[in-house]
């Protein structure tokens, strides 16, 4: 009887995460298809296969690639998020590093000041943030890279914080005795064992940083687009009007990297979210 119940449960959990399945992929699934149709079938039957008058082939990648900038959009946008990526990777693991191991009230309320600046809603800070960024002249691909290190510090140093717990400092006593420095402690002994949360910080910033178009529409500008950006604007025609077609085009060139590098370093994200959360 319990072998039954095993596998009746078995099968309903399985059933439910088939559902989730066909529910997030359906989304990508009717971009991809209406890439392929023209700009009036995408508006009136969204949800049919391309076929007939309604498929223009490679005709709307083409144009959206031509008509958006997109080459350059790309380029920035790499620059953007690789750049972004690392700083918060190094900044925060050494901070979150420094915080477990330097116990002191000023490192525990700099620990939940991080805490606390991830409830923080972005529109309470928006338009703060703009003015001071113009004024500071960081309005450009270097500045906006600090503002992504500032609003991504938070969930990192909290991921960060909780996997440092784990690593034996019986490790880093011994690398001082044998005449290494803080720095040389960390980067030598202490980050090569944080690989599976930094692989899950890497990953989690990357989709955010790829994906965002808020902070690079704020700070940036139409001067200097960045992917979501360019297809944005590209894409708007007169009084209003979308170019649908050109704009799913766009959209399936704009996931695809991002898919590439979830689906390379995804096997780290569960351990890592795991570790960072619960260890300590």
């Not at 072998?3 to 359906?26: C, P, W």
């Not at 943030?129 to 909290?158: C, E, K, P, Q, R």
């Not at 649908?244 to 890592?272: D, R």
């Amino acid at each position: 009887m319990t072998n039954k119940n095993n596998k009746t449960g078995s099968q309903f959990i399985y059933a439910v995460l088939v559902v989730l399945t066909a529910i997030f992929i359906f989304p990508i699934i009717l971009v991809l298809m209406n890439s392929f149709k023209s700009r009036l079938y995408v508006s009136t039957v969204p949800f049919a296969l391309p076929s007939g008058n309604m498929f223009v082939g490679l005709e709307n990648y083409i144009k959206g690639l031509t008509t958006s900038g997109f080459f350059m959009a790309f380029l920035r946008s790499v620059w953007v998020s690789i750049a972004s990526v690392a700083l918060i990777i190094v900044g925060t693991s050494m901070t979150a590093w420094f915080i477990v191991r330097v116990k002191t009230k000023l490192t525990k309320a700099l620990y939940y000041v991080f805490v606390f600046s991830m409830i923080v809603p972005f529109q309470m800070v928006m338009y703060t943030m703009t003015f001071m960024v113009t004024s500071l002249a960081f309005d450009n691909v270097v500045g906006i890279v600090l503002v992504y290190l500032g609003f991504g510090a938070g969930l990192s140093v909290f991921m960060f914080t909780g996997f440092v717990k784990s690593v034996p400092l019986e490790i880093e006593e011994a690398a001082t005795i044998d005449g290494c420095n803080p720095l040389q402690t960390f980067f030598i002994v202490v980050f090569p064992m944080l690989k599976p949360i930094v692989i899950t910080v890497a990953i989690l910033n990357a989709m955010w940083i790829w994906n965002d178009y808020l902070l690079p529409y704020l700070i940036l500008g139409s001067d200097h687009k960045t992917v979501p950006v360019a297809i944005q604007l590209a894409m708007q025609g007169a009084y209003g009007s979308t170019d649908y077609g050109g704009f799913m085009a766009m959209l399936v060139v704009s996931i695809i990297p991002i898919i590439i590098f979830y689906v390379c370093s995804q096997k780290y994200i569960i351990k890592g979210v795991i570790a960072g959360a619960v260890k300590g």
